[in-house]
């Protein structure tokens, strides 16, 4: 966990294992000053990007929270089927 994400980027090949790709991901939250930037973070790697982008983006959820421009953008993509269920999920989660 002493790595930087500078020094990974420069050899990090595609690795599908937890010890491959998990301490990647939480080497990309530790170096991260918001939500946003802890998901470029691990995307900025490569290899197994979208996993690592996941684990570095739950973690900093819960440290950051997501901010609201970042949500909106999201559900504006959504259909309205879809957008109904998120929003749902979202106001269940805050009871």
Same mark, same amino acid.
């Given at each position: 966990?002493?790595?930087?994400?500078?020094?990974?980027?420069?050899?990090?090949?595609?690795?599908?294992?937890?010890?491959?790709?998990v301490p990647e991901a939480i080497? $990309?939250?530790? =170096? %991260?000053?918001?939500?946003?930037?802890?998901?470029?973070? /691990?995307?900025? +790697?490569?290899?197994?990007?979208?996993?690592?982008?996941?684990?570095?983006? $739950?973690?900093? =959820? %819960?440290?950051?929270?997501?901010?609201?421009?970042?949500? /909106?953008?999201? +559900?504006?993509?959504?259909d309205d089927n879809l957008s109904?269920?998120?929003?749902?999920?979202?106001?269940?989660?805050?009871?």
């Amino acid at each position: 966990m002493t790595r930087k994400i500078e020094n990974i980027r420069w050899d990090y090949k595609f690795d599908e294992t937890c010890p491959g790709s998990v301490p990647e991901a939480i080497i $990309a939250y530790l =170096e %991260a000053k918001d939500f946003e930037s802890a998901v470029r973070n /691990a995307v900025s +790697l490569g290899g197994d990007a979208d996993t690592q982008a996941d684990i570095a983006g $739950a973690i900093a =959820e %819960a440290s950051f929270g997501i901010p609201d421009e970042i949500i /909106a953008a999201c +559900l504006a993509k959504l259909d309205d089927n879809l957008s109904g269920i998120v929003q749902r999920w979202r106001k269940f989660l805050k009871k």
